[in-house]
């Protein structure tokens, strides 16, 4: 297959996510290109037998790039396999309010675009305190504090589960 995989991402780790997946599928034999969304190129759907977008949830929103290239390019993705790799901290939680949230985020997700994906793959995200401006910083420590997890000022936490990722990304692949 050739594969098409777009992200947008705010602090690095669904581009983490999105390079990984590409390295995972190129090493299975499938023909890959990978795009930042904010460099968004319709024109690359042309030559894709299949597309994964994966962006990340940030005060219940996916990035713009993401919901702008979804519903602009919503017909092309119909005509496609496509997987779509939902990141967030959310997503490393077994809290059923969480998962909730989540499955509220994607159904607002696909109504502003009108895509529905094949396939969603809820990936644990990562806090990034190296990233973060002073305000971000303050906020991501106090969400971290209310879910019982301890931090480490200054130290990036990663809760990605790459081994499910690889079998997701397989699975899936292999369906194709």
């Known amino acids: 297959m050739n594969i098409l995989i777009g992200y947008a991402t705010t602090e690095?780790?669904?581009?983490?996510?999105?390079?990984?997946?590409?390295?995972?599928?190129?090493?299975?034999?499938?023909?890959?290109?990978?795009?930042?969304?904010?460099?968004?190129?319709p024109e690359a759907l042309a030559g894709c037998d299949a597309v994964i977008l994966a962006g990340s949830i940030h005060a219940g929103r996916y990035q713009a790039?993401?919901?702008?290239?979804?519903r602009d390019n919503v017909a092309a993705l119909a005509?496609?396999?496509?997987?779509?790799?939902?990141?967030?901290?959310?997503?490393?939680?077994?809290?059923?309010?969480?998962?909730?949230?989540?499955?509220?985020?994607?159904?607002?997700?696909?109504?502003?675009?009108?895509?529905?994906?094949?396939?969603?793959?809820?990936?644990?995200?990562?806090?990034?305190?190296?990233?973060?401006?002073?305000?971000?910083?303050?906020?991501?420590?106090w969400i971290a504090a209310h879910r019982d997890e301890s931090v480490t000022p200054g130290e990036d936490v990663e809760y990605t589960d790459w081994a499910a990722l690889d079998a997701a990304l397989d699975d899936w692949a292999r369906l194709g």
């Open 79 to 141: 005509a496609r396999r496509t997987l779509f790799l939902s990141v967030s901290l959310s997503a490393a939680g077994s809290e059923a309010e969480d998962w909730q949230g989540l499955e509220e985020i994607l159904a607002r997700f696909v109504e502003e675009t009108g895509w529905t994906p094949d396939r969603v793959e809820q990936v644990a995200g990562a806090f990034r305190f190296s990233q973060y401006d002073f305000f971000r910083y303050w906020a991501m420590r």
């Open 12 to 41: 690095g780790q669904t581009r983490r996510i999105a390079r990984h997946a590409a390295r995972r599928l190129a090493a299975a034999g499938h023909g890959v290109e990978i795009m930042p969304l904010t460099e968004a190129d």
């Open 65 to 70: 790039e993401l919901r702008d290239f979804a």
